[in-house]
């Protein structure tokens, strides 16, 4: 980059609705899976942070835990997440799922919105699964509600209309420093994605039997003489009849949650990968702050 140019940068949120692919975009615009994806509502519960970098730019991107109201401590945690986001950026995209009716939720987040100052874009996402006509009305009908700084209609699963969006973010980042080293693609610790990956699975194979009280604790992780990363995880779960669901019939539910995250861990981590999974009760921890803390919930944090 010549002297002449202008190197941008900045810190860009991503918010919305439950299950509108706000980690489908992440991991999209990244091109690594950093961030878990899951036809459940609220999958991310942390703030998500991927670093995109070019010869001209590096725009941090944070996927926050979709917007809805709080059902216990650990919801209360995710909105604290979510909500403390939209001060701390310089740029907001809100994603929308073209296909969903609009509703109080999307109301709720609009109303956050005009409280805040900060740049946003309306990014209509799934726009495969709407005609042409009825995109336009759904984008008259939100520019009715608030004043978008964009709107970017894309496909995040099939990353049509991704890059349009990606240069519209460019232009509206001011110059900057380069925060993190151009190879680095997250801020979160490899045991945070590897955790993530694992929960990840255990929600898909389990579909609808097992609610959000699930989380994922990475006992160890170390590299073996062999050359192979032994990887321990404990899945924790509120309910006994949960650990039968978990661990399945002769333990084949586990088995197969295991052989699935085997693959993703070793494609994060570039190397064989030794995976052991334990399932463990503990009743009611999304309500219990110590255990929200034990398990990477630190409200200290927000």
């Not at 091109?31 to 036809?39: E, H, L, P, R, T």
């Not at 059902?71 to 907001?92: C, P, Q, S, W, Y």
């Not at 996402?125 to 005609?131: L, P």
């Amino acid at each position: 980059m010549n002297q002449e140019e202008t190197f941008k940068s900045g810190f860009v949120s991503i918010i919305g609705r439950p299950n509108v692919g706000k980690s489908t975009l992440l991991n999209r615009i990244i091109g690594q899976k950093i961030a878990i994806m899951s036809d459940k509502p609220q999958t991310t519960r942390n703030k998500v942070q991927g670093v995109y970098t070019t010869n001209d730019a590096q725009i941090v991107f944070i996927d926050t835990p979709g917007i809805h109201k709080p059902k216990h401590r650990l919801g209360d945690f995710m909105m604290k997440v979510a909500t403390n986001t939209l001060r701390e950026v310089d740029l907001i995209l809100y994603v929308i799922d073209a296909d969903a009716k609009f509703g109080p939720g999307e109301q709720f987040i609009i109303d956050r919105l005009k409280d805040t100052k900060t740049p946003v874009f309306l990014i209509v996402n799934k726009i495969d699964k709407v005609s042409k006509d009825a995109l336009l009305e759904i984008i008259a009908s939100y520019r009715e509600r608030y004043e978008f700084e964009e709107v970017v209609p894309i496909s995040a699963l099939e990353g049509e209309n991704v890059g349009t969006m990606m240069d519209q973010i460019k232009v509206h980042l001011e110059e900057g420093p380069q925060y993190y080293p151009s190879d680095q693609i997250t801020d979160h610790p490899e045991r945070f994605i590897v955790a993530e990956l694992v929960r990840e699975k255990a929600l898909h194979v389990t579909k609808e039997e097992i609610p959000h009280s699930l989380a994922v604790v990475i006992e160890q992780m170390k590299r073996r003489d062999n050359g192979k990363v032994y990887v321990g995880a404990t899945i924790i779960v509120e309910r006994s009849s949960q650990k039968g669901i978990i661990i399945g019939k002769h333990g084949s539910m586990l088995k197969e949650i295991g052989q699935k995250a085997r693959v993703d861990i070793e494609a994060l981590l570039g190397s064989s990968v030794f995976l052991e999974l334990w399932v463990k009760v503990q009743k009611d921890w999304r309500n219990r702050p110590s255990q929200l803390k034990d398990y990477g919930f630190n409200e200290d944090d927000y």
